[in-house]
């Protein structure tokens, strides 16, 4: 039996053999391998640090000498892509838990923590922490909210703009501000959008539970109004909640046909469409399935914050309704969202292990299918990253290679000995050490 992992040629052409590809990750398969085959077994010939071929197994080498890497089935996945993070959060919860982790104790303790500790140095460390881990897992591009509320805007932003800079050759990075609605209107919301369109980001902004009718309506049209002068994309926070009566989804849908909007709009969340009726689930799915909306969900957070009450077992597990919107055929990614922060206490920009708790806590299974474009090609497609999360000829080789042989060997186990190639080249996997940050974490009294 080979070994795993198998050793790299340092020859600049060579050929992975026996590849397991995910069929919806490929443009265009080689082979077709049947009806019902999710996994595709193809040779991906390497050369200069491109995918040069796609070819049928065993036929890659045929009147050529190249080295071979056989995987022997093993999977290969393009890098992956995280569509909604939140990484100037990141690693504050050794010293700012949430005492109850409930919502409001995710706000009270991160605006106390920001108010206080959030200097240019202190968020660019904790930054670039989050960025080595997410290098490490296979991540080649990544968005993330920045906290924007006066002052923290000019502080913030700074440091993304250096950091973009520093990982430009990694990780493609984006950024999105993040402040309430309410805060976008008069000279602020100006400001803001001046200095998002400076830095080349998406305007974004969350929408309260208690936001609704013709306030909220106005607020939207000031936030697309904004948005559609400088010519930005839109990301929002909607119905992160389980109020049946928080339909912020519907409204920004409606919206976006209001204002004949060109941009491309993402809202995260959307948990409350779960526990609607079905009146208002068809409607609010009608509306933005018409607006092209794509949604992005954040299982790991949402299951670790909704439906929280002391001393009671949670009811239900704050995921949209995914299969519904999959259908409709509105696009949908899955993300990190927050890690080791007072929204998330746990997490670590692992977009696998992303992967592999979604489709155990959203049944995205029988048949896998083309779950696994949630997070490489579609939140690809949203950032604007084309040829992004798939394996293409002519594209970089920027692959995540895995021993495991199907999705039952993939999801059972947390893949710790994956290979991560960046230009055909494997990288170094070793995550960086918390006692890195060790300076940082002194809470406060």
């Not at 077709?32 to 491109?50: F, K, Q, S, T």
Request: glycine share 8%.
């Amino acid at each position: 039996m080979a070994r795993w992992p198998p050793e790299l040629p340092g020859s600049p052409r060579f050929v992975l053999r026996s590849a397991s590809v995910p069929r919806c990750l490929l443009v265009a398969a080689p082979i077709d391998a049947g009806p019902g085959n999710e996994l595709v077994r193809v040779d991906i010939v390497v050369d200069d640090g491109r995918v040069a071929d796609l070819l049928p197994i065993g036929t890659a080498t045929a009147g050529e000498t190249m080295p071979v890497v056989d995987l022997e089935e093993g999977q290969a996945w393009p890098c992956f892509v995280d569509l909604h993070t939140h990484l100037d959060k990141g690693h504050i919860w050794p010293r700012a838990p949430n005492r109850d982790n409930t919502f409001d104790g995710a706000l009270a303790a991160t605006g106390a923590d920001r108010g206080v500790r959030w200097s240019a140095e202190d968020v660019e460390a904790r930054f670039d922490f989050a960025l080595r881990c997410a290098w490490a897992h296979g991540t080649a591009a990544i968005r993330t909210h920045l906290d924007s509320v006066a002052p923290q805007h000019r502080i913030s932003w700074p440091v993304f703009d250096r950091l973009r800079a520093r990982w430009r050759d990694r990780i493609a990075l984006q950024a999105v501000t993040i402040v309430l609605i309410d805060f976008l209107e008069g000279p602020f919301g100006d400001e803001l959008a001046d200095l998002v369109a400076t830095h080349g980001g998406v305007l974004g902004a969350v929408i309260p539970a208690s936001a609704g009718g013709p306030d909220l309506d106005r607020r939207l049209d000031r936030i697309f109004t904004l948005a559609r002068s400088r010519g930005l994309d839109l990301d929002f926070h909607a119905d992160e909640n389980g109020d049946p009566r928080s339909t912020a989804l519907r409204a920004i849908a409606e919206a976006t046909l209001r204002n004949d909007f060109a941009g491309r709009v993402v809202v995260g969340h959307c948990c409350s469409l779960a526990v609607q009726s079905d009146v208002d689930i068809e409607r609010t799915l009608s509306a933005v399935a018409a607006a092209r909306i794509a949604v992005v969900t954040l299982p790991m957070c949402n299951l670790f914050l909704q439906d929280r009450r002391a001393g009671t077992t949670p009811r239900w597990r704050g995921v949209t309704l995914l299969h519904e919107m999959r259908a409709r055929g509105i696009p949908v990614s899955i993300a990190s969202d927050n890690c080791r922060d007072p929204f998330h206490g746990y997490g670590d920009l692992d977009m696998l292990e992303v992967f592999r708790e979604s489709v155990r806590i959203a049944q995205l299974d029988c048949p896998i299918g083309d779950w696994p474009a949630a997070v490489t090609s579609t939140p690809a497609d949203v950032m604007r990253l084309p040829g992004n999360g798939r394996i293409v000829a002519g594209r970089p080789a920027d692959l995540v290679l895995f021993s495991a042989r199907s999705y039952s060997e993939l999801l059972s186990r947390p893949q710790s000995d994956r290979i991560v190639l960046r230009n055909g080249c494997a990288v170094d996997t070793t995550l960086p050490d918390y006692r890195e940050l060790d300076h940082l974490m002194q809470q406060r009294t």
